[in-house]
């Protein structure tokens, strides 16, 4: 079973940024199949899968994916493989969101997201 997860905002354009923050992630095993993360159950055993990932008659399939993820956002860039998209944040350090450390700053007018990369969950 695949999952990706997603921490996202979306604030328009206009309006005021206000800005937040993730910081030591740690993602593992523990989620049911749904379509494996990368489809829509449209049927109680049917899956339409999202743009560019091999159909089944029952699900949404994916190549061998790591089991886990650990993230500190210290090493100074993040991993493409650990992360799929990322908009409207940067990575910082220091006091202001978090106790201390690094971290992934949010602040960005518009949407507002980081996505993982797909894992074996």
Do not use: H, K
């Not at 079973?1 to 005021?16: D, E, I, L, N, Y």
């Not at 206000?18 to 049927?43: E, F, P, Q, R």
């Not at 500190?72 to 969101?97: E, K």
């Amino acid at each position: 079973v695949s999952r990706r997860f997603r921490w996202m905002a979306s604030m328009g354009s206009a309006q005021t940024s206000i800005g937040w923050a993730i910081t030591n992630i740690y993602l593992g095993t523990g989620c049911s199949d749904s379509c494996n993360g990368i489809g829509t159950c449209v049927s109680e055993t049917e899956c339409a899968c999202d743009a560019g990932y091999p159909e089944t008659d029952t699900s949404c399939t994916w190549p061998a994916l790591p089991t886990s993820l650990s993230e500190s956002f210290s090493s100074g860039s993040l991993s493409s493989s650990m992360w799929g998209v990322t908009t409207g944040g940067r990575l910082a350090s220091g006091t202001y969101f978090v106790p201390a450390g690094a971290y992934y700053y949010f602040s960005a007018a518009g949407t507002r997201r980081i996505v993982t990369a797909p894992l074996d969950t």
